[in-house]
C-alpha cells in the first residue's frame, strides 16, 4: 500500500483540509500541534520552520482562544476498514461539516452535521449518541421507573409531637482510659521493668457517672403527683386524677365471641382498625416495659411503663396535660407489668425491677407500696398475676440467683411475702394464672422451659414439682392462659418460634400439657428493643396479637391455627417496632408500644 493511499495518510489530508476551511472562513482558532501532525511531519521529514512557531506563539492571545477542536480520526474494527472524508457547506450564518464513514460496500455508515460554532466534531458525535441513547432509554420506560421509585422512597414516617416533648440527652463522660505499659512499667511484651518506681500520675473527672443502682423511693405510700404538669396547672393532673377515680364501675363480663365469616364478624372490625396522627403520642420518656388499657367503655385510657420507673397516662380524649398525657414516678427501675384491678378499675398494679410492687389509688391519690424485697438481696419483681376475680391476692414472680413466686394478699399488713417457692434454676419471665381454676398457673423461664404447677402442692423446701414441663429451644419471653377456658398456651421464644399447647385435663384435674402448633416467628430484637410477648384478645381465643420485625414495620394478628390474619401497616404513622400490643378489654382497640416511649393505637 503507498503512502497517499494509506488510512493515515487520509486523515491527515482530512486534517489539512479542516485547518484550511477554519481559515479561509476567518474563524478565530489556534492551531495545535498533535500527533496526526508530527507523524506527517516525520513522514515528509521537513522541519518545522521557526517563523511558523513564532507565529502560532504570537496567535495564543486568550481573548480569541475557543474551545480545542478535536478533530476526526480513521477507525479500524475488527476486518472492516473505515475512512472519514470531510465535507464543506456554507450557508447564511453558519458553516456545516459533515462527516461521512464509508465502509469498504461504499455505503454511507453515518452523517454528522456540525455547526461552526466552536464544537469539535467529536463533540457534535458525542452528543448525538447521547440524544440516541436518551430516546432509547425513554422507550425503555426507565426514567418513569426511576421517578415512581423516588416518589415511593420518598414518603417517609411524619415525626408526632404529641404527648411528651423529646428531651436532649446529656453527653455521658467518657470511662478513664487504662494507663499504657510504660506507665504500668512494662516492656512491650508485657513483662516488668526490673527496678521501675512508678510514676506520679493525675486526673480528673468532669461529671459522676450515672448510678444505675438507683436507691427506691422511700418506704409507704407515694403521693400521686404527676411531674409532667407545672405547678400553674396542676388542676390539669388532679382532675385527670379525679376522673380515673369515678372509673368504679367493674370490668363486666363479655360473651365470648367467635372470627366468624359475616359482615359484623370480629375479624371483619379487627381489620378495619385504622391509625391517625391523633393516634400516636409519647407517653413515657424512655423505653416501654409494660402496657395495658383501662377497662372504660366511655373513655380510651392507656397505661405505660418504662426502663426508669415512670409510669404513664394517655387519655385519648383529651388536651389537658401533654395533649392528655400524664406522668408519674411510683417507681426507680424498670416497670415489666401492670394491671387494673378486675374489681376496681381506679386501682393500677405495677411491679418493678426495684423489687417492689404498689398499687396506684387514684381515690387516694397515692402508690401504695404493698410489697417489697430485702434491700440488701439482689432481687427484683419480674411479673405478676391476680389469684382472684376481686384482685386481692396477687402471685408474684420474683427473681433472686433464681426464678422464685410468692403469694401476696393486698390486704394484710405484711410487705415481704412470707415463703418462697423456688420453681426454676433460671429466672422467671412471667407467670400466668388459669382463669377458671386458679390453683394452677404457667411459667416461662429463661432456662428454656414452661412449667405448669399447682399452688397447693408447692413447697417452700425448694423440692416442688411441676405437673409438666415443656422445653423449649431456648429462653421464653412468655407464656399465658388463654383468656376464657384456660384450655390453650401462648407461648413466645427466643428460639424464633411461637407456640400454642393443648391442656390434658380430666373433670377439674389438670394432667399436662402438649405442643399442639408451632410456628417459626422472629423474634431476635436485639438488646435495645424490649423483647415480644404474643398476647390473646380478651374475649375471643382464637386470635392473638404480637410485634414483628418485618419491613414495613408492623403488628400482626394471627388465629389460634398460627395463620396470619391481617397486619396493620402505616407508612405515615407505624415507623418502628412494637415490641408490646395490647387489645382493650372490651372494645375494638389494638395498642402498640415500641423502645421510644411512643404509643400506636389502632381503633
Known amino acids: 500500500m503507498s503512502t497517499e493511499t494509506s488510512p493515515n495518510f487520509t486523515v491527515l489530508k482530512a486534517v489539512s483540509f479542516y485547518k484550511s476551511t477554519i481559515e479561509a472562513n476567518k474563524i478565530p482558532c489556534i492551531v495545535h500541534r498533535n ?31 475557543p474551545a480545542r477542536q478535536k478533530l476526526p480520526r480513521a477507525a479500524k474494527e475488527k476486518g472492516t476498514e473505515k475512512v472519514g472524508k470531510i465535507i464543506k457547506e456554507e450557508k447564511e450564518n453558519s458553516i456545516e461539516v459533515k462527516v461521512e464513514k464509508i465502509g469498504r460496500d461504499g455505503r454511507m455508515d453515518e452523517e454528522v452535521k456540525i455547526p461552526a460554532n466552536g464544537m469539535s466534531t467529536y463533540e457534535a458525535m458525542r452528543m448525538k449518541n447521547i440524544e440516541e441513547n436518551a430516546k432509547f432509554f425513554a422507550s425503555l420506560g426507565i426514567f418513569q421507573a426511576k421517578d415512581d421509585l423516588s416518589a415511593s422512597t420518598s414518603k417517609k414516617t411524619k415525626t408526632v409531637v404529641r404527648g411528651l416533648k423529646a428531651e436532649k440527652a446529656k453527653p455521658e463522660p467518657l470511662p478513664r482510659r487504662a494507663p499504657s505499659l510504660r506507665l504500668q512499667g512494662k516492656t512491650p511484651d508485657g513483662s516488668e521493668i526490673p527496678g521501675f518506681q512508678g510514676y ?22 407515694l403521693q400521686m403527683d404527676c411531674t409532667n404538669v407545672k405547678k400553674e396547672t396542676k388542676e390539669e393532673g388532679d382532675d385527670f386524677i379525679k376522673g380515673i377515680a369515678k372509673e368504679t364501675k367493674a370490668v363486666k363480663q363479655e360473651k365470648p365471641e367467635k372470627l366468624g365469616a359475616e359482615t359484623n364478624s370480629l375479624l371483619r372490625r379487627l381489620q378495619n382498625l385504622k391509625i391517625s396522627e391523633r393516634c400516636v403520642a409519647k407517653v ?27 409510669l404513664g397516662f394517655w387519655d385519648m380524649d383529651s388536651s389537658e396535660g401533654d395533649d392528655g398525657v ?16 378486675p374489681s376496681q378499675p381506679s386501682k393500677i398494679y405495677t411491679c418493678s425491677y426495684d423489687g417492689t410492687v404498689r398499687c396506684g389509688d387514684f381515690e387516694k391519690g397515692v402508690f401504695d407500696e404493698i410489697y417489697a424485697t430485702d434491700e440488701e438481696d439482689d432481687a427484683w419483681i419480674h411479673s405478676f398475676d391476680f389469684l382472684d376475680s376481686s384482685g386481692t391476692k396477687l402471685l408474684l414472680a420474683q427473681n433472686q440467683r433464681g426464678g422464685y413466686v410468692t403469694i401476696e394478699d393486698t390486704r394484710s399488713s405484711g410487705k415481704i411475702g412470707e415463703k418462697l417457692y423456688r420453681l426454676h434454676e433460671k429466672n422467671i419471665r412471667t407467670v400466668s394464672v388459669h382463669p377458671m381454676k386458679r390453683q ?26 411441676s405437673i409438666c414441663c415443656l422445653t423449649h429451644g431456648k429462653g421464653l419471653n412468655s407464656a399465658y392462659f388463654s383468656p376464657l377456658t384456660g384450655t390453650k398456651i401462648l407461648s413466645t421464644c427466643a428460639d424464633d418460634r411461637l407456640r400454642i399447647c393443648h391442656l390434658e385435663e380430666s373433670g377439674d384435674i389438670v394432667k399436662g400439657a402438649t405442643v399442639a402448633i408451632s410456628k417459626s416467628h422472629n423474634n431476635h430484637t436485639g438488646r435495645w428493643l424490649t423483647k415480644f410477648r404474643a398476647t390473646w384478645h380478651p374475649r375471643c381465643e ?37 415490641s408490646l400490643n395490647e387489645f382493650h378489654p372490651t372494645r375494638d382497640i389494638i395498642a402498640g408500644a415500641n423502645s421510644s416511649g411512643r404509643l400506636h393505637v389502632f381503633k
Open 35 to 65: 500527533k496526526a501532525e508530527e507523524k506527517l511531519e516525520i513522514m515528509e521529514k521537513k522541519p518545522r520552520p521557526a517563523a511558523k512557531r513564532k507565529a502560532e506563539k504570537d496567535t495564543s492571545d486568550e481573548s480569541i482562544r
Open 200 to 221: 506520679q500520675t493525675s486526673f480528673y473527672v468532669t461529671e459522676p457517672l450515672e448510678d444505675r443502682q438507683r436507691e427506691r423511693h422511700p418506704e409507704g405510700p
Open 284 to 310: 413515657v420518656p424512655n423505653r416501654v416495659f409494660s402496657v395495658g388499657f383501662h377497662p372504660s367503655d366511655t373513655r380510651t385510657i392507656v397505661a405505660a411503663g418504662d426502663k426508669w420507673g415512670m
Open 326 to 341: 400524664f406522668l408519674f414516678n411510683p417507681h426507680v427501675r424498670p416497670i415489666n407489668c401492670l394491671q387494673f384491678c
Open 440 to 465: 394452677y398457673f404457667v411459667t416461662a423461664s429463661t432456662d428454656s422451659t414452661m412449667a405448669l404447677w399447682d399452688i397447693r402442692k408447692l413447697n417452700s423446701s425448694g423440692s416442688s414439682k
Open 542 to 578: 382464637e386470635i392473638f396479637v404480637v410485634g414483628s420485625m418485618a419491613r414495613p414495620r408492623r403488628i400482626e394478628l394471627f388465629s389460634d391455627k398460627m395463620q396470619l390474619l391481617h397486619e396493620y401497616i402505616s407508612d405515615e404513622w407505624l415507623g418502628s417496632v412494637c
